[in-house]
């Protein structure tokens, strides 16, 4: 039976059992391996030193930040003073992976005579994901930059593109089943520059074509130029835990189904790892719930459309930024939550969830508006943000709601912010 979720606080130096992912792999092979970020923790950046100079002392980042030093000016010579510690800023919860919101560094120290002065600290590249929601965030989604950061290293494409433009069918042994999927690149997604890849999994009873069809992310690819997968789960249903279907009774690991994916399909197209994102739909979205919780090791993010988190524990592997789209007059999956589906399962509520993940990812203060429908915790852990959307006079279908918010633009433009750490 399922039983009630208990609130977990993420701890951020245990180890921790990763969400699931969706995975293709080649040649019929199993492959379980993982791509994906590693935890924060202390960032130094490298300092050249010239002569007769103190080096600055490290800004040190708001609650929850990673301490960086930085300074130009070499060997400390007689008279350098160091520089004053940076202001700690307000709500970043301490997960000792990077910057907390509004962490400001600390200026250069001062030098010794004719030493260089310390130039101010570095900003932990995290911080950039503060933003929150509103409804002045991007418009132009095409326009955003999907290369990777100038400063990162060049990314390791594959030889050979054998992902052709438009849609495709594949197939892939694992846990003792031949499991399947469909890919869609769509012809703005350059060879040899590295994308994002979505994960959109489909409802209980439903499947990768019509999960395609209706969701509305093939046409989001179109626009901005990303890879997109449709998985198929196992008699249309996918392992949440307390729900659903055959995969639940029969308990398939389609944690591990995704992670073979997105080792198969970064073999075979250039997949940017730091920016690999699930969302879904219903039993698909209460699987990405799931993924979130054991996969945070490869999943940047997710999106969840009418579905809730019912796994417990829920420990990620680090701070994971979580969206969930509800309908106010919900009577599949209750808004209020309760006993609830066909088989009678728990779930918190739409409420409950935020609440959970507030918990899970360290977040402080209060959830705040950030665009119609939408609130959101934006001071949490890593620089990560929760939130919840609850859209008025809709049921269960959240992708045909009843406001015309459109559920891919409002989650790729969280996805933007929040890569990979």
Known sequence: MARTPRRRLYLPKASFIVLLTCGLTACGEEDTSTAGGTGGGVTITSVAQGEGGAMSSGGVSGVGGSMEIVGTGGAPGKGGDPGSGGRPGSGGANSGMGTGRGGRTATGGTTAAGGASGSTGVPDAGSSRDARLDDTARDDASSDDLTSPPDAPPMQCPNTNSLKVGDTSHTLQHGGRNRSYRVYVPSSVKPGTAVPLIFDFHGHGG??????????????????????????????????????GLAMSENVDDVGFTKAMIDAVSKAACIDPKRIYATGMSNGAGFVQRLACEAADVIAAIAAASADLVNDPCTPARPISELAFRGLSDTMVAYE??????????????????ELWKEIDQCTGSAEPSRQYCETYSTCAAGVEVTLCSLPNTGHDTYNNAVGMSVPDVAWEMFQRQPMP
């Open 207 to 244: 499947n990768a074509s019509q999960e395609e069809s209706s969701s509305g992310w093939k046409k989001k690819a179109d626009e901005v130029g990303f890879i997109v997968v449709y998985p198929e789960g196992i008699d249309e249903s996918w392992n949440v835990g307390n729900c659903c």
């Open 337 to 354: 939550g309760g006993k609830t589906g066909s088989t009678g399962w728990y779930s918190p509520g739409a409420k409950g969830t935020l």
